[in-house]
């Protein structure tokens, strides 16, 4: 972005909604929008958008501009740049960096669902105050057969776009 104040304005965006907790986030939203899924999806939402934001920012900004400028030199419009000298640089880690934050989110919501905030948390704490250990069980062998399928399928694509940026 060329505009210093607008650059400005969303790296202190993005700096607000990463360094507040997702669970605090959570409880400011469950006391205004009341018990359920909703402030677990504002407050995971509002927390990703911070850290991909920041991520993504990196990672543009650590190209390398000879693509840029070839297509440049070329006549090619900003969207050409774009689709032809910056996305094939940024495009895996773009795509990793978002699994990682699925995974994380997918864990995180079952913390979230602990202050009221919808999910398998709230399934999670219910079945721990009701002595239920057989479905609580159940449920964190649940959550972690998730994460590990979410982990090994994010693995598998970041090789396959690995494989399609340097062919042999």
Request: net charge positive.
């Amino acid at each position: 972005m060329r505009h210093a104040a607008v650059r400005f304005a969303v790296r202190r965006g993005l700096e607000f909604c990463r360094s507040v907790p997702d669970i605090v986030f959570a409880l400011i939203f469950v006391a205004a929008f009341g018990l359920g899924a909703l402030p677990g999806i504002l407050a995971v939402a509002i927390h990703t958008s911070g850290a991909l934001g920041k991520l993504f920012t990196e990672v543009v900004e650590n190209i390398d501009m000879r693509p840029v400028e070839a297509v440049a030199a070329n006549g090619g419009s900003w969207l050409a740049q774009l689709r032809f000298a910056v996305t094939p640089q940024v495009l895996s880690n773009l795509i990793s960096y978002t699994l990682l934050r699925f995974e994380i989110n997918v864990r995180s919501a079952t913390v979230l669902g602990f202050v009221g905030a919808g999910g398998i948390g709230q399934d999670l704490i219910v079945a721990i105050r009701k002595f239920y250990y057989s479905d609580v069980s159940a449920m964190l062998l649940m959550i972690i057969l998730t994460v590990i399928v979410i982990d090994m399928l994010s693995a598998r694509l970041r090789h396959r776009l690995l494989a399609l940026e340097n062919p042999r």
